[in-house]
């Protein structure tokens, strides 16, 4: 498989510079070739997303969800064969991967529904002779620049609100979820979709995603990714007076206090901290315990981490894959060097003989022993480690918890309503949960960060409606 744009409805293959694909749970497979981008593919993909605009946006919401529910029904056709390649494109579990695709289904099908629904309201004028209402209007031509964590269910949320409100698209995914991106633009180009409406930019995200920022047709950016660009983003928008969206880093904790069902919590737990090998912006990377159940907590752990199964992403057993790339197997190796070093092991699944050197395998870990701004428990990691901070009592968790740059996702482990209902109050986070893990939110609910972990506008649910349309007040004399 070799990447393409996907350009005016045009299939174009850029002629630079092209890089090889290396499967990450067995880089001796090559599963395929990107082509990179230079900026003049952008230009002709804002020319394009420009000119399909205004067709595309006089369409009825109803029109524009037919579209959608198209390509919903062609995502569900293809699903098996998108999450292969993506589990070998980038090391998610494949049955981790299979679910990812059917989310992308369901949020098509919710946006498609989204094309009928009222969009503004009416509101009365102190004229009784002025009808006066308020209505969504589209914004235009949106870049959506997306990260490889989550290659199918990340660009989908942002380009099905995108285009029901009637704008344009121009997508950058990410290098390393090239391969997914341009099967899935291959599949919605079977669809009526018009030409231009969707446009996909394969290339390095400093050149073509920077292009992208400062390209003059694009009125906003929706972006998914690490704190730095993020910030890059926000900087380069403001400038020029566009709208954005950033969805950055976690370092989220799940709290345990000592009424909580250890039976239930550990492995979910254990799931928030090692699915996706921890490669998800709500992985678990902290857990807070009382005190008094720490040995309990500990004990069940080690029980429950037995489950843990690190095997190649299409192993259906493979409870964590591989990360993702060399990069990562880098940088998340330099955070378990400093564990091993720094911090006190509570536990560790060591990755089977057979697979160690054949692909990017990171024993998942669990370390003990740091004060509360060491790195371990106040960088994001993104990996499966994780990082137990004991604490007194429930006000001292809850410190502890708030004790981050970072403000995405949140839970609490007891049986206690009072305490629950405290925590939800007090956990600084865009998403707070008791008795759940803290990924795993549900799409129809907004979806960000406070804090350093976005920039306040939400995804998904009806909150992204908001983000990809602007308010148009209208006011109308009819008796004049
Ligand atoms: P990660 O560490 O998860 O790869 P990045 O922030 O580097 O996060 O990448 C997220 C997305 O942003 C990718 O599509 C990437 O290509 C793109 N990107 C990286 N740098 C820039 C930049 N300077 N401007 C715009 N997009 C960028």
């Known amino acids: 498989m070799e990447s393409k744009n996907w350009i005016g409805g045009e299939w174009i293959t850029p002629s630079g510079e092209v890089r090889p694909v290396q499967n990450p749970s067995d880089t ?24 399909a605009f205004p067709k595309w946006s006089a369409l009825s919401g109803a029109a524009r969800g037919e579209c959608l529910y198209q390509m919903a029904a062609v995502l569900a056709q293809h699903s098996e064969e998108l999450a292969q390649l993506a589990s070998r494109e980038m090391g998610k579990p494949i049955s981790e991967m299979r679910g990812e695709v059917t989310r992308g289904v369901h949020l098509l099908r919710y946006y498609a529904a989204e094309g009928m629904r009222s969009d503004g309201s009416l509101i009365p004028s102190a004229d009784r002779d002025v009808l006066q209402y308020s209505k969504r209007v589209p914004l235009g031509v949106v870049g959506i620049i997306t990260p490889w964590n989550f290659p199918v269910a990340i660009p989908i949320w942002k380009i099905a609100p995108a285009l029901i409100c009637g704008n344009t698209v121009i997508w950058k995914p990410a290098e390393n979820g090239s391969l997914t991106a341009t099967r899935l633009a291959e599949l919605f180009a079977t669809t009526s979709l018009p030409p231009g409406v969707i446009n996909l930019v394969i290339g390095k995200g400093r050149e073509i995603g920077g292009t992208l920022l400062n390209e003059a047709a694009v009125q906003a950016i929706s972006f998914t990714g690490s704190s730095a660009t993020g910030r890059v983003v926000a900087e380069t928008c403001a400038r020029r007076n566009i709208k954005y969206q950033t969805e950055m880093g976690g370092k989220n904790a799940a709290v345990v206090l000592r009424d909580a069902d250890l039976k239930r919590a550990v492995p979910a737990i254990l799931s928030g901290a090692f699915r996706s090998a921890g490669q998800k912006c709500t992985a678990t990377s902290r857990i807070i315990v009382e005190r008094t159940i720490y040995l309990a907590f500990v004990e069940h752990l080690q029980q429950a981490a037995e489950a843990v199964k690190v095997a190649p992403a299409l ?21 378990a060097a400093i564990a091993r070093r720094e911090a006190d092991l509570v536990w ?44 007194d009592d429930f006000a001292e968790a809850i410190q502890l918890c708030n004790q981050s740059v970072y403000g995405l996702s949140a839970s609490l482990f007891t049986q206690d309503l009072s305490r629950a209902f405290q925590f939800l109050e007090k956990a600084e986070a865009g998403m707070v949960r008791v008795n759940q893990e ?5 799409y129809q609910a907004p979806f960000g960060g406070m804090k350093q972990s976005g920039s306040y506008a939400r995804e998904q649910g009806q909150a992204a409606l908001d983000f990809y349309s602007q308010l148009k007040t209208c006011a109308i004399k009819h008796s004049f």
């Open 348 to 391: 560790e699944k060591p990755v089977p003989q057979e697979l160690a050197g054949r692909g990017y395998y990171i024993n998942p870990l669990i370390v003990t022993g740091v004060a509360a701004h060491h790195s371990l428990v106040q960088e994001e990691i993104f990996g499966p480690l994780a990082v137990v901070l004991q604490a």
């Open 315 to 335: 192993d259906e057993a493979a409870y964590l894959g591989p990360v993702a790339s060399a990069e990562q197997y880098d940088k998340v190796g330099g955070y």
């Open 28 to 51: 001796a497979e090559e599963v395929g070739l990107i082509h990179l981008s230079d900026q003049s593919h952008v230009r002709t993909a804002a020319e394009a997303a420009k000119a």
């Open 438 to 442: 803290t990924a795993g939110v549900e």
